[in-house]
């Protein structure tokens, strides 16, 4: 093991969904380039010891040294947590990370969580930077009290972590939230991110999504993956099913690729089995967070994606891995998710919590409608999102892409 403080050490407590893939994207870049000093990872066990390709990234030899630090705490994150106890969490977790690695930069890979811990640092080094995902300091403001509330405490707080002294950089997904950002800050910069859609998309895997999912041969596969619960817009869809003719319903099959978020399980089970019941659609519920493979290869095996949310802000996974496999997408109008879809012809967007607009999304699509979805502009759209433009977009602020690999960059 390496004697050297690492370079830069990435922290992320949380698993599921994008946590691991983010991850292993950097890992990747790190090791490809050949960045030198140690990338160390501080992740989940699930992550570090059984994700195989950053474990493998950790065991080869040469440049660009990757060293794995499971974090015994991670499980202890999964569970729901106030305000406060995020924040307590969190800078104790990056405290205890200090003196344990020394490193000379600290990348919250869910600066979302962890911006309280930024804010009350007194320290100026290491230098800290992370990654923004759900943005609003650039939002309208909302009608809703309550919102407008919550988007001031979460203005203040970014502001306060982007002012602290050890912040070096804040990343975001989101490239309209930007300029909104940096004027909240005297000091830390503020640097747009690509989401990537994932280098193994296009093959998926062997899997025959219909077989497997016992799909009638007549009817038109949808499917709606992720953390299923009120956000990803689940209810609002078993409202829009009960909407549709019956003979729609007939033609018509829902697989959702996910487990309930939270305490919602048992809502979203009365809600799926009421729908089941009442309607002649055929539903069915996967409740595993899929592996990459076989989540790409629903998703190209499908007619359709869905991507509802209510009121979502910033970037969504899905909407990359369904451009890449060229599907249609039915997602919510608003936010980052609805520019995307109406910028690059990616679909319908829907507004956000309107069961009778999805409903009608849905039976056009089954009339034959094509949603106003471009194949080649969608996959022009993905080719512009690669993994390599995501690292370098981030590794490259920080002064760690080597200059022979910008070198190649400017030839090509």
């Known amino acids: ?3 050297h403080p690492p370079r830069l050490l990435l922290f992320d407590p949380y698993t599921g969904g994008h946590h691991a893939d983010h991850l292993e994207w950097l890992a990747t870049a790190w090791k490809r380039w050949g960045i030198p000093g140690d990338l160390v ?29 499971p974090l015994p705490e991670a499980a202890s994150f999964e569970r729901p947590m106030s305000l406060t106890e995020t924040a307590v969490r969190h800078r104790t977790l990056i405290d205890r990370l200090v003196r ?27 230098r800290m930077s992370g990654l923004l995902f759900r943005p609003e300091a650039h939002l ?45 800050s005297g000091q830390a910069s503020v640097f747009a991110v690509p ?12 899997l025959d999504v219909r077989r497997a999912y016992s799909v009638d041969p007549d ?22 099913l009960g909407r549709l003719r ?52 629903a998703i190209a095996q499908s007619d359709g994606v869905l991507a509802p949310y209510v009121d979502h802000v910033g970037s969504s996974g899905i909407v990359m891995r369904t451009a890449v496999a060229g599907r249609p ?11 995307q879809v109406r910028e690059h012809l990616l679909g319908r967007g829907v507004a956000s919590g309107n069961a009778e607009a999805l409903a009608l999304a849905l039976r056009d699509a089954l009339g034959g409608d094509d949603l106003g979805f471009d194949r080649e502009r969608a996959q022009a759209f993905a080719r512009a999102h690669t993994v390599d433009a995501y690292a370098r977009a981030i590794f490259h602020p920080l002064g760690l892409v080597p200059e022979e690999v910008e070198s190649r960059r400017v030839e090509a």
């Not at 344990?100 to 290491?126: G, I, K, V």
């Not at 596969?221 to 609002?236: H, I, N, S």
């Open 100 to 126: 344990q690695e020394n490193p000379d930069r600290m990348f919250a890979m869910y600066l979302d969580h962890a911006q309280a811990a930024f804010a009350t640092r007194r320290q100026r080094r290491p």
């Open 219 to 240: 009817r038109s596969l949808w499917v709606l993956p992720g953390a299923l619960g009120t956000r990803k817009g689940v209810f609002v869809l078993m409202d829009a």
């Open 41 to 69: 990872i501080a992740a989940s066990p699930s992550i570090v010891d059984e994700r195989s390709t950053i474990s493998a990234l950790a065991h080869e030899r040469g440049p660009g040294r990757i060293r794995l630090c």
């Open 140 to 184: 309208l403001p909302s009608p809703s009290i309550r919102r407008r509330i919550r988007r001031w405490r979460k203005t203040a707080l970014l502001r306060a972590t982007m002012n602290a002294p050890s912040t070096e950089a804040v990343f975001t997904l989101d490239p309209a939230a930007v300029e909104a950002i940096s004027a909240l």
């Open 246 to 297: 019956a003979s729609e319903q007939k033609r018509l099959c829902i697989v959702l690729a996910g487990d309930a978020t939270g305490g919602e399980g048992p809502a979203l089970e009365a809600s799926v089995s009421t729908t089941q019941a009442n309607t002649d659609v055929q539903i069915v519920w996967d409740r595993r967070f899929l592996p990459a493979g076989e989540l790409q290869a």
């Open 329 to 339: 997408l039915i997602a919510q109008s608003s936010g980052l998710v609805g520019a």
């Open 1 to 3: 093991m390496s004697t």
């Open 195 to 206: 989401d990537p859609a994932p280098a193994d998309a296009p093959s998926g895997t062997d």
